[in-house]
């Protein structure tokens, strides 16, 4: 990986250490580039018309996004982000009272409001599924649980809160052959690491452009599985996703666009095609391999200073690198690098309650490593909170 020639394509390297890539990366200048020319395209010569000269663009997205995670481009739906694409797949379905849904403990705060207000409409119950001792989702727990009342499984894959990474393969094989929902809230990995939707079994996969993505705020996607497909009911319907057929009838689009309505943030969109085509050109492989390297070395070197305790769980760990600082809450000690340079960010009990109140954790520090991020980066920061031990 030419690490060199790919920080050389994002300014923002150039003038800040940023480690905030699990709340949103710094987009490379091509990404930059793109949404600029069409905003550009947009005022010279109107908004539909500019849509048009980039039809090819927004073909291509669609293969692009559906290859980030092994989809084919029929399957996915572009979103504003992933809550949006998370919610509308649930509120797609109907459920019945007496119906069980599952989700991680883990699972984030916009996810579990959504699965709360439709148990509330349906009269469903939403049961836990227990952790392991690694923090994982418990598979013999949850082999356990399957039975007729369940409808619908929702986990998400590497949680807001740490490096833990989800055995979403091994839940996908417990699920096999049932007529379960399988929601899968991939957000902080699309772009991290390689996905197959394929492998992992999911009906439904989430996820936001501007994490390890790379792409502009305000933009994400769904993947639909196409077997899955035409049992999705999505609630809010336009001329893009249905068609008005007569005075009682209307159908609707084949295949995930049906989820989509017709108006957007394009220029954004074309944001994302770039950012796409991006990651894949750089390598899904290869970016998983420098985050693992990078995050492994900013754990060892933490776990050498008592000052900082680690709070990731799991066997393996990905970039979501989460800590505390002693003497420093999450929130000042944000604003401090900040001042010194450094972006780093934080995670509150409420972003995953049930884990967080099951640790007794309030509010802790989170660093994202990225492939663009360097040793060196990770050396200096770890110098700054020396520097604030010492001060
Ligand atoms: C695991 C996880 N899921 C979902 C989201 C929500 O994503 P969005 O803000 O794009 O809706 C986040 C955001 O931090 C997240 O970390």
């Not at 559906?66 to 481009?73: Q, S």
């Not at 029929?74 to 379905?93: R, Y």
């Not at 579990?112 to 227990?130: D, M």
């Not at 035409?230 to 609630?235: L, Q, S, V």
Request: glycine share 8%; charged share 25%; hydrophobic share 40%.
């Amino acid at each position: 990986m030419q690490i060199e020639q790919l920080r050389l394509e994002t300014d923002g390297c150039k003038s800040i250490i940023h480690l905030n890539n699990s709340g949103a990366s710094l987009i490379p200048n091509a990404v930059r580039d793109q949404v600029m020319h069409y905003l550009q395209q947009e005022a010279l010569n109107g908004g539909y018309e500019t849509k048009e000269e980039y039809a090819e663009v927004f073909s291509k997205l669609y293969e692009d996004v559906g290859a980030l995670v092994g989809a084919a481009p029929g399957e996915i739906a572009i979103f504003s982000g992933s809550t949006a694409a998370w919610s509308s797949a649930l509120n797609s379905l109907e459920f019945q009272k007496g119906d069980v849904f599952l989700a991680s403990e883990v699972e984030y705060v916009s996810n579990y409001l959504n699965l709360l207000q439709c148990s509330e409409r349906y009269g469903v119950r939403i049961k836990i599924i227990p952790s392991d001792q690694d923090g994982r989702v418990d598979l013999k727990a949850l082999a356990d649980v399957l039975d007729e009342q369940v409808k619908l499984v929702a986990v998400t894959h590497v949680p807001t809160n740490g490096g833990l990474i989800n055995p979403v393969e091994e839940v996908g094989q417990l699920l096999k052959g049932r007529d379960i929902v399988y929601l899968l809230d991939a957000c902080q990995s699309v772009g991290q690491m390689p996905l197959d939707v394929k492998k992992i079994g999911c009906t439904f996969l989430s996820a936001t452009g501007r994490k390890f993505l790379r792409a502009p705020r305000g933009t994400g996607f769904l993947y639909v599985d196409k077997e899955f497909v035409d049992r999705c009911r999505p609630t809010q319907l336009d001329f893009a996703s249905a068609n008005w057929l007569s005075e009682t009838e209307y159908q609707l689009r084949a295949g995930a666009r049906r989820f989509e309505l017709f108006e957007a943030n394009f220029a954004a969109r074309a944001g994302l095609a770039v950012a796409a085509r991006y990651a894949l050109d750089v390598g899904l492989d290869q970016i998983w391999n420098r985050i693992v390297e990078l995050s492994n070395y900013a754990r060892s070197r933490f776990s050498t200073i008592p000052e900082i305790t680690i709070h990731d769980r799991g066997e393996r760990n990905c970039g979501i690198v989460s800590f505390s600082f002693e003497g420093w809450h999450p929130k000042e000690l944000q604003a401090e690098m900040r001042k010194r340079g450094i972006n780093i960010s934080s995670t509150e009990k409420t972003s995953t309650l049930l884990d967080m109140e099951k640790r007794s954790l309030e509010e802790i520090s989170r660093i994202g490593i990225h492939y663009y991020n360097t040793q060196e980066e990770i050396d200096q920061f770890i110098g700054q909170l020396m520097d604030l031990i010492t001060d």
